[in-house]
């Protein structure tokens, strides 16, 4: 337990200070790509797998690791480009997203390496819906590009963007109109999710694209109209990893300007588990939801909403847009 706490500790101060840790890797070729350490539990060669015929053709297979069976995606089919080779010559990146532990096979390792938010850019303008990156950045004069893997396992598995009717009741007599909720979140997908459960609620959204973005927003609004903060604002709804500014630095910039630090913040994050629990301490946000169960996310929208009606019976009107 005290090696656990120690690790936690470690990326407890490594977050709370803008910094991610990538691990970096290959894909068959010369380029390099990322995710964040932090959802990674292993990496090992990849074993033999067992097939599964009748399942989409980036699963590669499935496999026991430490007890529990998991699925192997094809990381560089994923993404839309040709097969890895043997599997035997592969490695296996084992992590979690969105509270499932799932398998990627990639060719090669590359290296971990210690970076500030600052430095990873979210992927050029004009690459479309198609586009599996979630951010760029630049190791050894080189780009890395960072894998959306929320994006692709969307894809794989169909996941439903709705909340189901029962979890949307609502006190008939409060009135949304005109008021909103900021949503940051670097992910399309995230992004599309979260918005189809705020309409089937009925309440407006914004869309902010990173913390820093969210941010700036924000501090518009508290310096040219505050009532947009006290009376609109319902909350703010975060993914964590961002580019630029992450969810956690975000929430604490928030807290710390008391022009908006009563503002609600939850962190809606495909992390997980005991380091996130000590983040949201850290940090002061008011609630922390794993993506992505729609059912769960607009039962915490909705109490909100119910709590914000209760102290603000008029709002000024805040239209739909994005940043």
């Known amino acids: ?41 292993e990496v090992i060669h990849c074993p033999p797998l067992t097939k599964l015929p009748t399942s989409n053709s980036i699963v590669r297979g499935i496999v026991n690791i430490r007890g529990k ?62 586009c599996y990156l979630t951010a760029i ?55 599309k999710q979260i918005q189809c459960v705020l309409d089937q609620i009925g309440i407006s959204s914004v869309i902010a694209t990173n913390g820093r973005e969210g941010l700036m927003l924000l501090q518009q609004w508290a310096e040219n109209e505050p009532k947009k903060i006290e009376k609109s604002l319902i909350m703010v709804i975060s993914d964590v990893e961002m580019p630029e500014m992450d969810g956690y630095t975000l929430t604490t910039e928030i807290k710390k300007d008391a022009r908006l630090a009563s503002i609600y913040v939850i962190l809606h994050t495909s992390l997980s588990g005991i380091f996130n629990s000590s983040m949201v301490k850290k940090v002061g946000a008011d609630e922390f939801i794993s993506k992505y169960d729609p059912d769960i996310l607009s039962a915490a929208v909705i109490a909100q909403i119910e709590r914000f009606c209760s102290n603000n019976v008029n709002g000024s009107v805040i239209e739909n847009k994005k940043i």
């Open 69 to 130: 069976t998991i699925s192997v995606i094809d990381l560089s089919m994923a993404i839309g480009s040709k097969p890895q080779g043997d599997e035997k010559d592969c490695f296996l990146v084992v992590a979690e997203y969105n509270s499932t532990t799932q398998g990627f096979l990639v060719s090669d390792m590359d290296r971990i390496v210690n970076m500030n938010w600052e430095d990873i850019k979210a992927p050029p303008k004009g690459m479309g819906e198609a």
């Open 1 to 41: 337990m005290s090696g656990l706490m120690s690790d936690v500790n470690l990326r407890t101060q490594l977050a709370g200070n803008n910094r991610l840790e990538i691990l970096m890797f290959y894909l068959g070729g010369k380029q390099r790509y990322g995710i964040n350490v932090f959802k990674v539990q």
């Open 137 to 191: 950045t630049t190791v050894d004069d080189a780009f890395v590009e960072i894998i959306d893997i929320e994006k692709i396992l969307a894809v794989l598995t169909g996941l439903n963007n709705g909340a189901s009717p029962k979890h949307i009741g609502m006190s008939s007599d409060l009135i949304l109109e005109g008021k909103c909720i900021l949503v940051v979140d670097d992910s399309i997908v995230a992004r």
